[in-house]
């Protein structure tokens, strides 16, 4: 079982009007950015900046929460690539959680799924990496 004990209190960012984000972070296991909205052509940028100064904290793990996002296509899946590309570089295992059924669509006829580890929820994303963590401690 894992319990979330958070080190810091959620920041809720508006990034746009449309679009905001909420930043947990889970006791030296992970960041929790959850996106709520949509993301739109003029989204693109910033969400790719606040998925970028999450990772310069350097989190052992960034989950991204798509639980509240109304709308993704080819401009939220291009920041989610970009944001995927920068984890990868800084060392940072990049994961999502609990797609929507539009989003998961979009996922799946453009591949990406097979690009993502995608998990049915943010509980299990962290349940996953405590496992994990558990076994190479």
Do not use: W
Not at 46 to 57: F, N
């Amino acid at each position: 079982m894992v319990s979330i004990r958070e080190t810091a209190p959620d920041r809720l960012q508006h990034l746009t009007p449309q679009l905001r984000a909420t930043t947990t972070v889970v006791d030296g296991q992970a960041v929790i950015v959850r996106l709520d909205g949509e993301v739109d052509l003029e989204d693109r940028q910033p969400l790719q900046q606040a998925l970028a100064r999450v990772m310069q904290t350097r989190p052992p793990q960034l989950i991204v929460d798509l639980t509240g996002l109304a709308f993704c296509h080819s401009v939220c899946l291009n920041a989610l690539l970009t944001a995927r590309r920068r984890a990868k570089a800084a060392g940072v295992e990049m994961v999502l959680a609990a797609p929507p059924p539009q989003t998961r669509r979009v996922l799946e006829i453009t591949g990406t799924d097979q690009v993502f580890t995608i998990y049915s929820s943010v509980r299990t994303a962290l349940a996953d990496t405590y496992a994990a963590s558990r076994q190479t401690g």
